[in-house]
């Protein structure tokens, strides 16, 4: 493989798995070396991804495979849901895809969650591989195995723990993206530095103008920084008994904001980033961090152009979102707090030091 | 636990399994001893069957959890899709069933593959108990994980592997099943000897009048040892790599008549029992087994009141149907097959071979 890949593996005993970053990686054949030579590629993207990128992807794929197949899902968050899942199975079994089927996701996170969803029940699992060509899905959402659709009364409720064969994150898909996706995924990245890596805060408030400008230097060091402490995470902790969860730091408030608004109004990212300042807050008020700290997540939120501020949606309603969170046990919702910089722990937390933050913030 | 309850080990290492065969186990509370003590328990089970038993597990369920919830379903193989699906997230989510829930499937076949495939992605995995009340179910659906909803195109084809916690099987509940469901049931019982079991075979040949009487005794006998061949075969072989689909013997023939006819209209036994005795018929001509023995299959078939003759679709049709089973690789459609008494396996047959088959049992 080329020598300006960078390679990141996830250990997960049988079910282990690399991620190459780089520029260029996405149209090299031998990053698809050493995959089941099955019978047929199929390539699950968007119409948005699929002029640009489907065919380079499908040229790489015909060295390794005999047949290769795009099914175009169409764009968005709004469409992470059963109808578009269908339309993947619809397409297979149209093709008469058998088990062999090596099923590939060319998009965002939204491709690679219906990707992978789709791959685990598709004849009771066919492999894939995830291809992200959004900053959010390099960094964050490709890499750990989740897979999922929205039900509406909540984001990504059904959905399985299905680990892709690879990784494949080509830092030369970001040229296209629009700004705001990339500053959505900037969101996750900003989010490993509070929950695992004080050094990488420190980075990232350093780089964010390279970030910003899409310095692929900067790019390629963020993307690996951030897929090496997701991968130690997982690694430990695969199915969330504990541990994982302080990957959703910022999750809890961001997957209310969401809902609450309807599904692809604000990006999972903006969602998150203005839920990270939220949930900053919370452990300043839970009495584990200092406001100084706080006030740095909020300043670096703020100057990659996420929002700081939530939309007004009323505290019950928050709290209703917040009751059916899948960190909710019980009945009573659990936040990830910033505990120290770089450490993060769930915390159940009283409701009126929620709702006095949910107040702050969207009032 | 009582002294006339049965037990059969699934192995499958962090994933093993008991089955508990006998009469009054569903209503026995330490039949449920031992299962995480989650907040709530939800059964899920079908307008037909939640008057006769639904009061008296939940009963037997409120000596471990605090909640007891029932989701009724539409029943029959007919609702084996999506929007029944559906129906079990929109009543987890409306409760706010968190990660810890236990599910029990309270049924059939459809009722067990459904509720095991909505526990595998309800919040990307919740824990979920067998309670079998079909014979088919005892001997074979509530075994083994496979989990799973039809599509339009193919029966199955949407699901996953998803272990139980535990299978509860009380021939009590036998009592009430429709002539016409235990004959169906039996199909799968009689799958066991040619393929696993010889003496077995003949066990089934001097006994299956006290079976169609449901003479305990003997119906135990038939539930203990049907589990136990399927216990050893899927702890060989969980997913399917190989050895277990020796379990899917008659079910290629017998998937393309349900869906031929449209799923529902014959139940998935009789099916079975027809596409046994067409795979038998397939085994003399690929000269494995001598026209005798599968003459003894057939009249084992039509002694249980199953049919023997399959419905006349057109060959071509029948040829489509199967293309698209999970069984088939790259196209070509592969059978298992009997190759001695009480062995099976896997073969690719020519289509000429298939179509002689279909047309002397279907025109």
Chains 1, 2 share one sequence.
């Not at 690694?235 to 994982?244: C, K």
Request: some cysteine.
């Amino acid at each position: 493989m080329d020598l300006d890949t960078e390679h990141v593996r996830i250990e997960l005993a049988e079910r282990s798995y690399d991620i190459l970053i780089g520029p260029g990686v996405l149209v090299r054949p031998d990053s698809y070396q050493g995959l089941p030579a099955g019978a047929a590629a199929v390539i699950v993207t968007n119409t948005t991804v699929a002029p640009l990128l489907a065919d380079q992807l499908a040229a790489a794929l015909r060295t390794h495979f005999g047949r290769v197949q795009v099914i175009e899902l169409p764009d968005g968050e709004a469409h992470k849901d059963w109808p578009a899942l269908n339309m993947i199975f619809d397409a297979l079994l149209a093709a008469a895809c058998d088990r062999k089927t090596v099923m590939f996701a060319l998009g965002g996170g939204v491709i690679g969650d219906m990707t992978g969803f789709a791959a685990a029940c598709y004849m009771r699992g066919v492999p894939y591989v995830q291809v992200p060509t959004t900053l959010l899905a390099q960094v964050d959402s490709s890499v750990g195995g989740k897979t999922a659709i929205n039900h509406p009364r909540g984001k990504n409720m059904i959905g399985v723990f299905n680990q892709p064969l690879r990784v494949v994150a080509d830092v030369d898909t970001l040229a296209t993206l629009p700004q705001r996706e990339l500053i959505a995924g900037l969101a996750e990245v900003i989010k490993y530095g509070p929950i695992a890596d004080d050094a990488f805060f420190a980075w990232l408030e350093e780089n964010i103008g390279s970030l910003l400008a899409r310095d692929q230097r900067a790019l390629v060091h963020a993307i690996r920084r951030s897929c090496e402490i997701k991968a130690r995470v997982v690694s430990q902790d695969e199915r969330e008994a504990g541990l994982r969860a302080i990957l959703n730091f910022g999750h809890t408030f961001g997957h209310a904001i969401e809902a609450g608004l309807g599904y692809g109004t604000w990006l999972h990212g903006e969602a998150v980033g203005c839920g990270m300042v939220m949930a900053a807050e919370l452990s300043v008020r839970m009495g584990l961090i200092a406001p100084a700290y706080a006030a740095r997540i909020q300043q670096l939120v703020a100057r990659a152009g996420l929002p700081v501020r939530a939309p007004g949606l009323g505290v019950d309603r928050y709290r209703q979102l917040m009751g059916v969170d899948k960190k909710s046990e019980a009945g009573v919702a659990r936040f990830v707090l910033i505990e120290a910089p770089g450490r993060a722990g769930l915390h159940r937390v009283p409701d009126d030091l929620v709702d006095a933050v949910v107040r702050l913030y969207s009032e």
